[in-house]
């Protein structure tokens, strides 16, 4: 199938010290015997660059081994049983409770970026973060168990897997880390800002399917909005397909009215000038990694078909 021509209302921002910035992120991956050759092949690190076209130096270096790590983990499950997905998911979720590696090159790399990521932040947010990668971690278990006991999920199923094995709540928490400050309780408590960031997880993870659905059918994956959509509602292909662009659109147009509902919102809720500014920067973020996410997974072969995806056993 061609790809998908989508009506995505952000341009496309690329970091321009991204090129400069991969020699050492691929050392990094090396220093923990971690696979790297497909995961360059599909220029994985390209998703950053877009992501967020405005970090420099640390911030930089902390966001290509982030994503390297959650493409890295994403394959390392598939295929696995339930018993030992779930030993793999204590060992992360341990990472975020404190007791750091094991000796295992996934195991170290996640605790390595997890001590990076929580440098310099409030405990507040460190606990929220770990909530949020153990939810990830529940939704991704989930998904073994219903393969393994031929479950397939209807829509709402889905939509309450999908919002936390997206990995989008952590990914959100990394983009106030790299912008080196934090939202304060009363921006996240707001109801506009919520519809914002819900519209924003929903493009991202609505995108990620529109790309994805064609190899995770030929590998027996149930868990896509494409897939789901023309089974529940016995769908051609054709028209699951339109059926989940017009989702997309949907969730665009909530992204884009909560954005223009912002200003006053905060402003009511009394929040400061200056905690308005590092909201207005983060929502630059999320348009951001909405063009980045669909120019990457309708040109990288990790969708294309041109490869395989990465996998820690296959390389």
């Known amino acids: 199938m061609p790809p998908l021509e989508l009506?995505?209302?952000?341009?496309?921002?690329?970091?321009?010290?991204?090129?400069?910035?991969?020699?050492?992120?691929?050392?990094?991956?090396?220093?923990?015997?971690?696979?790297?050759?497909?995961?360059?092949?599909?220029?994985?690190?390209?998703?950053?660059?877009g992501w967020w076209p405005e970090a420099n130096g640390e911030q930089?270096?902390?966001?290509?081994?982030?994503?390297?790590?959650?493409?890295?983990?994403?394959?390392a499950f598939d295929g696995l049983n339930a018993q030992d997905a779930e030993k793999l998911i204590?060992?992360?979720?341990?990472?975020?409770?404190?007791?750091?590696?094991?000796?295992?090159?996934?195991?170290?790399?996640?605790?390595?970026?997890?001590?990076?990521?929580?440098?310099?932040?409030?405990?507040?947010?460190?606990?929220?973060?770990?909530?949020?990668?153990?939810?990830?971690?529940?939704?991704?278990?989930?998904?073994?168990?219903?393969?393994?006991?031929?479950?397939?999920?209807?829509i709402e199923e889905y939509r309450d897997i999908r919002y936390r094995s997206g990995y989008m709540p952590p990914i959100l928490d990394m983009t106030e880390r790299l912008r080196g400050f934090e939202l304060t309780p009363e921006v996240h408590a707001d109801p506009v800002f919520q519809t914002l960031y819900d519209a924003n997880v929903w493009c991202l993870n609505l995108v990620d399917d529109l790309f994805s659905f064609e190899k995770e059918a030929a590998q027996g994956e149930p868990h896509n909005m494409v897939l789901v959509v023309e089974r529940e509602r016995g769908y051609s292909r054709s028209e699951a397909i339109n059926t989940v662009v017009s989702m997309l659109g949907e969730h665009f147009t909530d992204f884009l009215t909560a954005e223009a509902?912002?200003?006053?919102?905060?402003?009511?809720?009394?929040?400061?000038?200056?905690?308005?500014?590092?909201?207005?920067?983060?929502?630059?973020?999320?348009?951001?990694?909405?063009?980045s996410s669909y120019y990457w997974c309708r040109s990288s072969p990790r969708y294309t078909g041109e490869m395989e995806w990465l996998s820690f056993r296959d390389e």
């Not at 009506?7 to 691929?26: Q, T």
């Open 7 to 49: 009506d995505v209302p952000f341009a496309l921002r690329m970091n321009p010290r991204l090129a400069e910035a991969l020699p050492e992120h691929v050392q990094r991956l090396r220093s923990f015997c971690l696979p790297e050759k497909v995961y360059l092949a599909q220029r994985c690190p390209d998703i950053v660059g």
């Open 60 to 75: 930089l270096d902390l966001g290509l081994d982030f994503f390297a790590w959650l493409f890295l983990v994403d394959d």
């Open 90 to 154: 204590k060992t992360f979720t341990g990472v975020v409770e404190g007791t750091g590696g094991n000796g295992d090159g996934r195991v170290d790399f996640f605790a390595d970026v997890w001590d990076r990521q929580c440098k310099g932040m409030s405990a507040r947010y460190c606990r929220r973060a770990a909530d949020n990668w153990t939810k990830v971690f529940d939704a991704l278990l989930t998904e073994v168990a219903n393969i393994a006991e031929g479950h397939l999920p209807t």
């Open 261 to 291: 509902q912002l200003s006053a919102a905060l402003e009511t809720r009394g929040v400061s000038l200056a905690d308005r500014a590092k909201t207005y920067a983060f929502v630059d973020d999320l348009r951001s990694s909405c063009a």
